[in-house]
């Protein structure tokens, strides 16, 4: 690979080529390095913006193929497997020139990162599985929805509940972009512990909220299924599994799963959040990386 004229590391936004295909990256703060791996699949990069964090490691944010400035599959919408996002994580990786570095991903992008670890160690310095899962399928959507209609019992007199269930119910037949991210912005609640009380703090996130259509299938039309349950237990990297205690989504019982098949790792519980953590108690969240990232370097 030939020497970028521009440091890869740089504060800003790059690009690199990922077999035909663009990856955009933003970098921001200072300290050891640590990829981000946003969620969805489909969630425009920005809502994982982490101030806190960012004042004392370098955190290089993907937008990961299919989503804002980053190039398309030919197969689009289809095709986004794991493979295709570890993919761009190697080529990313030896494109910043450092021998390893830490990965965190959150939600969707916490299922990449522990696949990229457990299929290429050497690149990975620890990862920090924010928000992620052992598995998804009918047994993940299942205690999804069990959690949704606690909290629709918990919030029965929330003007908005009506809206966020339909919004539910209309999520499996939106396959556009400007539909899935007005019902993403219809949910938004949802996910967070306690989102009327803190309404006026949260609004703008609510607002920034963007996504684009992925279905979810591979380039065979085939559904996209995880269940990393075997292999967990062969991560070879410091892991910091992270999850707010009031998660519906990839909540208490899933970070429980994965803390007790990942060997010696680490579990943080962020009793005041849902499944912004960074968000709901940005200091508590980027100290613990922070201190991790530390301890494993």
Known sequence: MATPLVDPLATGTHTVDVDGVTQRYHVHGSGPVCVAHSGGPGIDWGYLRMPALERQLTIVYLEPVGTGGSGRLPSHPHGYTRDRY????????????????????????????????????????????????????????????????????????????????????????????????????????????DYWGREKEFAPFRAAVSAAYISGQDENRQPIVIDDRKELGSLAVPALVVVGRHDFICGMKWADELHALIPGSRLLVLENSGHFGHVEEPEEFAGAVAGFVAAAS
């Open 86 to 193: 570890s993919r761009s994580l190697e080529v990313l990786i030896e494109h910043l020139g450092v021998p390893k570095v830490h990965l965190l991903g959150h939600s969707h992008g916490g299922f990449v990162v522990q696949y990229h670890a457990l299929r290429r160690p050497e690149q990975v310095a620890g990862v920090i599985l924010y928000e992620s899962a052992p598995l998804t399928g009918p047994e993940h959507s299942a205690e999804a929805m069990r959690l949704v209609q606690e909290f629709a019992a918990g919030h029965s007199d929330q003007p908005e509940l009506p809206a966020i269930l339909a919004g539910f119910e209309a999520l499996g037949g939106t396959e556009d972009d400007a539909g899935i991210t007005e019902v993403l912005k219809a949910l938004v609640p949802v996910y967070f512990a």
